[in-house]
């Protein structure tokens, strides 16, 4: 769609104006007529804001976000008189993509763990990951997939190794983008499997932007007799697909815009993202490879490993996938993690654990400190350049952005106000994130 989607008032009588820019799944920009327009008003203006979705956000889903950030951020920077550049004039912009298109279990309701319908919406959703699943299997594997794993809620350890097979040849075939670590074997995913179906969270989480990986007691998923439960190999995958969907959108879709922004233009260029949409803007930032910086960066509850940014990764002698991307933002990164964030702290390092990453021969099975997220534990491997912080009470505290750091990890378990700064994975449009919004943005 061309012109803006929503004009936010600003003091003086301007606007902040929010375009909106779809993409679909490879990264392919489906609303070319507002990215000319966003183009074709840089000249006027003295700030864009890129954000990114994350994880399961439908078109409704990520305008809400976008939303409650940007009005909340507007109305904090008036209730506390936060300086802006003397060319302040924002521009805003949404990107909406193909996170998932189906409901995890627990987002539509109690019912759900116990629906006895065969076309309940358990049913459903779980067709639609086996759908979303087969359709990067090629023709000679799809078949027998769909034999082994269709309608079944457990299957036996050969069954489930064959199965194990054909998802990571598809998925899973190359070295992870963040980290460098090669897939694991099909022999290594079933340890992965058992444990994912036999828990070690003792509660499903309520939070819509949740990984797709059920465990559990309270799941209602667990394997029986010893078998596998096919289901969370299908969610699995799912976090597999989405994650690379969101690098791919960022480097076919988002990448050539934040080239055009900074090769074109001198407006300051701040990006924001949450759990997957930070890889969307991470992977846009590096292969745009601008001949300027963009001016700041702020990642919530990135669903990224923690070693991305490391000049060696684990003692491996290789670079995280994202230790470029330092280089290229003005002022420090600020990045939250959060004990509260139970995908990233429970889930992620699991669904996302690969063959070999620190020793030789070390499998690290389920080991946060090697496979863990960025949002979920912070940072490793960025000693001397980096920092952990408090996140800062907003009103009265502040962060020091100055000196040789580049990273800055926000503590969003702390306490401010009696409640978590951060408390969950999509807990992240809130006064402790709009006050570190402010602290990149401000002129001081």
Request: charged share 20%.
């Amino acid at each position: 769609m061309s012109g803006p989607f929503q004009q936010f008032p600003l003091d003086g009588g301007s606007t902040a104006d929010l375009y909106l820019l779809r993409y679909d799944q490879d990264g392919g920009l489906r609303s070319p007529l507002a990215e000319q327009e966003i183009k074709d008003r840089l000249a006027g203006v003295g700030d864009v804001f890129l954000f990114s979705h994350g994880w399961n956000n439908v078109f409704a889903q990520a305008l809400d976000r976008y939303r409650g950030f940007i009005g909340g951020f507007i109305a904090q920077r008036q209730q506390f008189a936060v300086p802006v550049p003397p060319d302040y004039k924002p521009l805003l912009i949404g990107v909406v993509w193909p996170s998932t298109s189906f409901l995890m279990p627990w987002e539509a309701g109690p019912k759900i763990a116990a629906d006895p319908e065969p076309d309940g919406p358990r049913a459903r959703q779980v067709e639609e990951m086996l759908g979303l699943v087969t359709g990067s299997l090629g023709a000679e594997t799809d078949p027998e997939f769909v034999e082994l794993v269709d309608g079944r809620s457990v299957i036996d350890a050969d069954a489930a190794l064959r199965a194990a097979e054909i998802v990571l040849g598809a998925l899973r075939a190359g070295p992870d983008p963040d980290d460098g670590s090669p897939p694991p074997t099909a022999e290594e995913f079933l340890t992965v499997w058992a444990a994912l179906d036999g828990g070690g969270v003792a509660a499903a989480p309520a939070d819509p932007d949740d990984f797709g990986v059920a465990r559990g007691a309270s799941s209602g998923l667990l394997a029986a007799g010893g078998g596998f439960d096919p289901r969370n190999l299908l969610r699995a995958a799912t976090v597999w697909k989405m994650k690379a969907r969101a690098g791919e959108v960022g480097s076919n879709g988002v990448g050539p815009l934040v080239a055009h922004i900074l090769r074109e233009s001198g407006v300051r260029l701040h990006l924001v993202g949450h759990s997957f949409g930070a890889k969307v803007l991470l992977s846009a930032l590096a292969v745009a490879a601008p001949s300027r910086p963009a001016r700041s960066m702020l990642l919530l509850q990135a669903a990224v490993n923690r070693w991305c940014f490391a000049a060696d990764v684990a003692g491996t002698g290789r670079p995280g996938g994202y230790h470029a991307v330092l280089d290229l933002v003005d002022r420090p990164l600020l990045t939250t993690f959060s004990a509260f964030d139970e995908p990233l702290t429970k889930v992620f390092h699991l669904a996302m654990r690969g063959s070999q990453l620190g020793e030789p021969g070390v499998a690290a099975f389920g080991d946060p400190e090697l496979y863990g997220a960025l949002g979920g534990f912070g940072p490793a491997g960025v000693e001397g350049i980096s920092a952990r912080r408090p996140a800062a009470v907003p009103g009265r505290e502040r962060y020091d952005l100055g000196g040789a750091l580049r990273v800055i990890a926000v503590d969003g378990g702390v306490e401010i106000d009696g409640k978590p700064a951060v408390a969950g994975h999509g807990e992240i449009s809130n006064p402790a994130t709009w006050w570190a919004m402010h602290a990149l943005v401000r002129p001081d």
